[in-house]
């Protein structure tokens, strides 16, 4: 009997001292402990693509511009695809799921500005964009050609 009571003692001062040095070295504050969903309460959304099968590229798209959209949100947001069609947003510490789900579904704007910050021309003078890869001195350089309603270009003269 006496050689477990010695185990146990043992045991316990053992744990003791791991504690301690998890205290010392690990977490100082409960605020550097990352909550999660489970804990932290939040929103899950799954969006699921209308395509049976999306290209990867078009996934890997859609997946930046909300994980763009969601850092807003929170810092710990994660955004991440699920199958072969379906993208799952996670959101912590947010309650407001059908705010987000607005403001996520909203398409993105295109706005020109003067110097002022006053918008002079937004998306709806676009007639047409469309990607242009341009080379010079093997240096490549993404473009986008847009192409102006009659409207639109009545303020390009100004």
């Given at each position: 009997m006496k050689s477990n009571k010695g185990k146990g003692l043992l045991g316990l001062i053992i744990a003791l001292v791991m504690v301690g040095l998890?205290?010392?070295?690990?977490?100082t504050t409960m605020g550097d402990i990352k909550l999660g969903l489970d804990l932290a309460g939040g929103v899950s959304i799954t969006y699921q693509a209308k395509?049976?099968?999306?290209?990867?590229?078009?996934?890997?798209?859609?997946?930046?511009?909300?994980?763009?959209?969601?850092?807003?949100?929170?810092?710990?947001?994660?955004?991440?695809?699920?199958?072969?069609?379906?993208?799952?947003?996670?959101?912590?510490?947010?309650?407001?799921?059908?705010?987000?789900?607005?403001?996520?579904?909203?398409?993105?704007?295109?706005?020109?500005?003067?110097?002022a910050g006053k918008v002079i021309l937004n998306g709806n003078q676009v007639s047409t964009a469309k990607p242009v890869i341009?080379?010079?001195?093997?240096?490549?350089?993404?473009?986008?050609?847009?192409?102006?309603?009659d409207d639109g270009k009545r303020y390009l003269v100004m």
């Open positions: 998890f205290g010392y070295f690990g977490y395509e049976e099968k999306p290209s990867e590229e078009d996934m890997k798209d859609t997946i930046y511009k909300l994980q763009q959209r969601v850092q807003n949100y929170s810092t710990e947001a994660e955004v991440y695809q699920e199958g072969d069609n379906r993208i799952n947003v996670d959101i912590p510490g947010v309650s407001d799921a059908n705010a987000i789900l607005e403001e996520l579904g909203k398409p993105g704007s295109l706005t020109f500005t003067d110097e341009t080379e010079n001195n093997g240096i490549k350089q993404y473009m986008v050609d847009l192409t102006f309603t």
